[in-house]
C-alpha cells in the first residue's frame, strides 16, 4: 500500500498556500513534516484526507483517488476533535462505531489495553471538559490507534503531554504502529521527535510552501544511548535545526 501525492497545490481565496508539492509514503513507513507556524502543514493533512479541496493535483492509495469514504483514516486533529458531549470512553469508540455497527472481542481487548496503556482508565467517564489537553490528546491518541487505520495522518498529536508522558506515548504510538504499519504522516515542532517517530523527515517551507528538504533518518524509533551514535544524531539534528531556522527568516 502506497500513498502519493501527486502536483498538489493550494489556495485560500486568492491567498496561494501550497505551490506544486509531490511525494510518496510507503506501507511501512512514517513521514514526519517540520516547518515554520502558518507554512501550510495542517492544511497539506487535510486537503490529502480530503477534508478540503485542493486546487490542483491529486492523492492516491495504491493508484486509486484516496477517500474516506472507501479508507479508514486515523486523524489525531490539532485541537483534538472530541465531542464535547460524549465521555472519553464514548469518544474514544465514536470513529470504530462509524465504520462498524458490532464491536467485536478484539475492539474490546484493544480498547482496554489502549487505556490502560495511555492512563486512561479513571477518566472513562469523564467528558472533555473536565480534561486537561495532555488528557483529551491521549483520548484523541486512543480513538485513531482503536480504529485500526489503513492510513494515519498526526497533527502534533503529542504537543500537550509533558515530557515523560511524551515520551512513554511516542513509545505506544512506535509499538502499537509496528505490528500494523500503515503510510503514516505526522506533523510536529519539535526536530527530537521527528527523528523518533519519522523514517523520512520532510521540510515544508517557502510562500507558498512546498516540500523543500527531505532526510533519511537512520535513528527511527531509537532513544539514542551508545555514544558513538549520539554525535552522528546530533549533527542531523542540528542540520534540520539549520535549516529550519533559515526557512523561517
Ligand atoms: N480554512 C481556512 N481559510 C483561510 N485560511 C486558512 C484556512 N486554514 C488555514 N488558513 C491559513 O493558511 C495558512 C496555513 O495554515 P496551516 O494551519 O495549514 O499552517 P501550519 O503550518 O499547520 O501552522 P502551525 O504550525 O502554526 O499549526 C495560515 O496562514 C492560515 O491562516
Given at each position: 500500500m502506497m500513498l502519493e501525492v501527486k502536483e498538489v497545490?493550494?489556495?485560500?481565496?486568492?491567498?496561494?498556500?501550497?505551490s506544486s508539492t509531490s511525494f510518496s509514503v510507503q506501507v511501512n513507513e512514517v513521514i514526519a513534516i517540520?516547518?515554520?507556524?502558518?507554512?501550510?502543514?495542517?492544511s497539506l493533512i487535510k486537503g490529502m484526507m480530503g477534508l478540503i479541496p485542493f486546487n490542483h493535483g491529486e492523492v492516491l492509495l495504491n493508484e486509486a483517488p484516496l477517500s474516506p469514504k472507501t479508507q479508514?483514516?486515523?486523524?489525531?486533529?490539532?485541537?483534538?476533535?472530541?465531542l464535547p458531549?460524549?465521555?472519553?470512553?464514548?469518544?474514544?469508540?465514536?470513529?470504530?462505531?462509524?465504520?462498524?455497527?458490532?464491536?467485536?472481542?478484539?475492539?474490546?481487548?484493544?480498547?482496554?489495553?489502549?487505556?490502560l496503556e495511555l492512563g486512561?482508565?479513571?477518566?472513562?467517564?469523564?467528558?472533555?471538559?473536565?480534561l486537561s489537553g495532555g488528557q483529551a490528546q491521549?483520548?484523541?491518541?486512543?480513538?485513531?490507534?482503536?480504529?485500526?487505520?489503513?492510513l494515519l495522518f498526526l497533527d502534533e498529536p503529542f504537543s500537550a503531554l509533558d515530557a515523560l508522558t511524551r515520551e512513554k506515548t511516542q513509545d505506544l504510538f512506535v509499538t502499537q504502529w509496528q505490528q500494523q504499519p500503515v503510510p503514516t504522516v505526522v506533523i510536529t515542532h519539535d526536530v527530537d521527535e521527528a527523528l523518533f517517530l519519522g523514517h523520512r523527515i520532510f521540510l515544508l517551507a517557502g510562500n507558498p510552501a512546498t516540500v523543500s528538504k527531505i532526510w533519511e533518518n537512520p535513528f527511527w524509533h531509537q532513544r539514542i544511548t551508545q555514544s558513538e551514535k549520539l554525535l552522528e544524531r546530533f549533527q542531523l539534528s542540528d542540520l534540520i535545526r539549520e535549516e529550519l531556522r533559515h526557512s523561517c527568516d
Amino acid at each position: 500500500m502506497m500513498l502519493e501525492v501527486k502536483e498538489v497545490t493550494l489556495s485560500f481565496e486568492t491567498r496561494p498556500i501550497l505551490s506544486s508539492t509531490s511525494f510518496s509514503v510507503q506501507v511501512n513507513e512514517v513521514i514526519a513534516i517540520i516547518g515554520p507556524s502558518g507554512t501550510g502543514k495542517s492544511s497539506l493533512i487535510k486537503g490529502m484526507m480530503g477534508l478540503i479541496p485542493f486546487n490542483h493535483g491529486e492523492v492516491l492509495l495504491n493508484e486509486a483517488p484516496l477517500s474516506p469514504k472507501t479508507q479508514t483514516i486515523g486523524w489525531i486533529p490539532q485541537n483534538y476533535g472530541l465531542l464535547p458531549w460524549q465521555t472519553v470512553k464514548q469518544n474514544i469508540f465514536s470513529a470504530v462505531k462509524l465504520k462498524q455497527s458490532k464491536l467485536s472481542s478484539e475492539i474490546m481487548q484493544h480498547y482496554h489495553q489502549l487505556v490502560l496503556e495511555l492512563g486512561l482508565v479513571e477518566l472513562e467517564n469523564l467528558f472533555p471538559g473536565q480534561l486537561s489537553g495532555g488528557q483529551a490528546q491521549r483520548v484523541s491518541i486512543a480513538r485513531a490507534l482503536l480504529l485500526d487505520p489503513n492510513l494515519l495522518f498526526l497533527d502534533e498529536p503529542f504537543s500537550a503531554l509533558d515530557a515523560l508522558t511524551r515520551e512513554k506515548t511516542q513509545d505506544l504510538f512506535v509499538t502499537q504502529w509496528q505490528q500494523q504499519p500503515v503510510p503514516t504522516v505526522v506533523i510536529t515542532h519539535d526536530v527530537d521527535e521527528a527523528l523518533f517517530l519519522g523514517h523520512r523527515i520532510f521540510l515544508l517551507a517557502g510562500n507558498p510552501a512546498t516540500v523543500s528538504k527531505i532526510w533519511e533518518n537512520p535513528f527511527w524509533h531509537q532513544r539514542i544511548t551508545q555514544s558513538e551514535k549520539l554525535l552522528e544524531r546530533f549533527q542531523l539534528s542540528d542540520l534540520i535545526r539549520e535549516e529550519l531556522r533559515h526557512s523561517c527568516d
